[in-house]
């Protein structure tokens, strides 16, 4: 063969060999095997592609944006994010990718976070893929609903813990990212790249410029922050084809419960007797264990329980415990009958006399266990939007037969009113609690709260909200003088969670704001935001009372978010406030 054809041979194949090498991630290739998403309902699959540049696209993004999956994003490229906050402190940003062709093994990596004053690891931060579940609407609220009768789209939320993604043609995927700002960081102004890798295409960079600020963020068992997202522990079991109560089920909610914790929750839900709501997917199972004997004796087990409070306990979550109900949404309560072995359910309606009856000798007997655990003056009697009539007679028999619990209520009725001395009221957002009720509790060391729920459009964490609403409803707890806020439910998943939130009854996502196997979602996240928000504005309230100026200009700031209807300028409006507090906190 001719020399010179050999050396263009040679010149050609060394050339291929390059441009291999430059698409070539230097990974090994793997299968990024994950369960499939449904189907885009929505006309969206029809839109144009077809101005897309070939191969993978990315930019960074707000993270108070939420991209449909079949449209291509007609956004300009930006390729550096700058992120700010306090050591200690938990900070967002959102990569998008999308792509008009398959792309195969999509990664993330982050190098060391360095500055002029020192290094921080890469491992303080991470990058995960959003998966997309399916939702609803919000109308009409509450209500029993069909799937056919309200429009249904196809949302990003799930944070799910891959470590490789593959992208489908014509499809967008969020990148959700969090760096995790070392208590022991100096304060400075940190860089870091993500890298974003994928088979046969060229390797991708970003820079992430940390500004970490001469200030420490509390750790979340000191935030005082009131967090109550009611747990589930029945749904894990089932979620995960675990055996209720076993070594294997309380193993597998280890890292669920630890990321609540980790969000500064408060109280531990408990149930005394039989499912305190009847409105979940599933059950809330027993905990206590009731046996009539044949003498009429009564013996409780405490064996779950116990292991439930203790669990959440060593996990950080030690200041409640809200044991829901003696007025269950359907009443009742369900117990072994020693002599004939079976299960017995008794109808107990507040002001008859089997509700005394049933409820005296229980409340005796978990008190004395109470006292022995240790737990009695932590432990409240919980309630749940029972009606006036239902709460006197329950209130009158509970402060004759069980003076020594407090009392927790989420109430609907202005209940505080007639009860001032309930220890942890929580009240509908749409029934604002005066200010001087609330200074009246807290004088009293009373715990006052708001929450949101079905009923609610906004600021809410449904599937179908919008994302900066879950700041806001930090913010909106500051300006109104709460001590926090709660929400039904942290984890009472529907029957396929992980790819369609939506219920027989109220909108999508109501039951849940995080996912099976311990996945957040893009909605927690923002949520643990603006409670972060919260402590810090507590902390600087607290140190600017000396200096009038500074306290003005944040309680200033503050105030403007004293409302729940705060028009369609309310994003604009937390970004401004941010900024404001970064600068009190320079």
């Not at 430059?22 to 994950?34: F, L, Q, S």
């Not at 779950?304 to 949404?329: A, E, H």
């Not at 599937?463 to 709660?486: F, H, R």
Request: glycine share 4%; hydrophobic share 40%.
């Amino acid at each position: 063969m001719n020399k010179r054809i050999v050396l263009i041979i040679n010149y050609f194949c060394l050339l291929f060999l390059l441009i291999l090498i430059g698409c070539n991630t230097g990974k090994a290739p793997k299968e990024c095997i994950t369960f499939e998403e449904m189907g885009d309902p929505t006309s969206d699959t029809l839109s144009d592609w077809s101005k897309v540049t070939t191969g993978l696209q990315a930019s960074l993004v707000s993270v108070d944006v939420k991209y449909p999956r079949s449209v291509a994003p007609e956004i300009s490229i930006n390729k550096s994010v700058t992120l700010t906050g306090w050591k200690a402190e938990k900070l967002s940003g959102q990569l998008l990718l999308w792509t008009a062709e398959d792309i195969k093994q999509v990664e993330c990596e982050f190098t060391d976070f360095t500055s002029s004053s020192g290094k921080l690891p890469a491992n303080i931060a991470e990058a995960r893929f959003v998966r997309y579940v399916m939702t609803d609407i919000f109308e009409p609220g509450c209500g029993y609903r069909k799937p056919e009768d309200f429009p249904a789209s196809l949302v990003p939320d799930m944070l799910d813990n891959l470590a490789c993604f593959d992208i489908p043609e014509k499809t967008v995927r969020p990148v959700w990212l969090t760096v995790n700002v070392p208590e022991s960081a100096v304060a400075g102004t940190y860089k870091s790249k993500l890298t974003i890798t994928a088979r046969d295409q060229k390797t991708q960079e970003f820079e992430v410029e940390l500004k970490v600020q001469d200030r420490i963020l509390p750790p979340p068992f000191e935030w005082q922050y009131h967090l109550d997202l009611w747990q589930h522990p029945a749904a894990v079991a089932r979620a995960q084809n675990l055996e209720l109560w076993s070594d294997a089920h309380f193993e597998a909610m280890k890292p669920l419960y630890k990321m609540l914790a980790d969000a500064g929750q408060k109280v531990i839900t408990a149930t005394l007797n039989k499912d305190p709501w009847v409105q979940t997917y599933d059950k809330y199972e027993d905990m206590i264990l009731w046996t009539k004997n044949a003498d009429g004796t009564w013996v409780y087990d405490y064996t779950v329980f116990d292991r439930w409070i203790q669990f959440m306990m060593d996990l950080g979550v030690t200041k409640m415990i809200n044991c829901y109900s003696v007025i269950p949404w359907k009443s009742g309560i369900h117990y072994k009958d020693a002599a004939s072995g079976e299960m017995i359910d008794v109808e107990v309606i507040p002001g008859t006399k089997v509700f005394e009856e049933i409820w005296t000798p229980f409340f005796a007997d978990f008190k004395k266990h109470l006292e022995n655990k240790g737990w009695l003056t932590i432990t409240n009697v919980a309630m749940d939007e029972r009606g006036p009539k239902e709460m006197k007679a329950a209130m009158d028999v509970l402060h004759k037969i069980a003076p020594d619990f407090g009392i927790s209520l989420a109430d609907n009725h202005k209940s505080y009113k007639q009860y001032p001395y309930i220890k942890d009221m929580s009240v509908a957002a749409d029934a604002k609690v005066d200010s001087a009720d609330i200074q009246f509790r807290k004088e009293k060391g009373l715990i006052t709260t708001y929450y949101v729920c079905c009923s609610d459009k906004f600021p809410n964490m449904f599937t179908c909200s919008q994302l900066p609403e879950a700041v806001y409803a930090g913010w909106y707890c500051m300006a109104a003088g709460y001590d926090g806020m709660l929400r039904w439910a942290y984890n009472s998943w529907v029957e396929n969670p992980l790819t369609d939130s939506r219920f027989v009854t109220w909108p999508a996502g109501d039951t849940y704001i995080v996912y099976p196997e311990a996945r957040s979602s893009m909605r927690f996240e923002r949520l643990v935001e603006g409670i972060q928000d919260a402590e810090k504005i507590r902390i600087l309230r607290n140190e600017f009372k000396d200096n009038p100026e500074k306290l003005k200009t944040l309680d200033d700031e503050v105030a403007k978010f004293n409302t729940i209807t705060p028009g369609d300028s309310y994003v604009d409006m937390i970004n401004r406030a941010k900024n404001v507090l970064n600068k009190l906190s320079e």
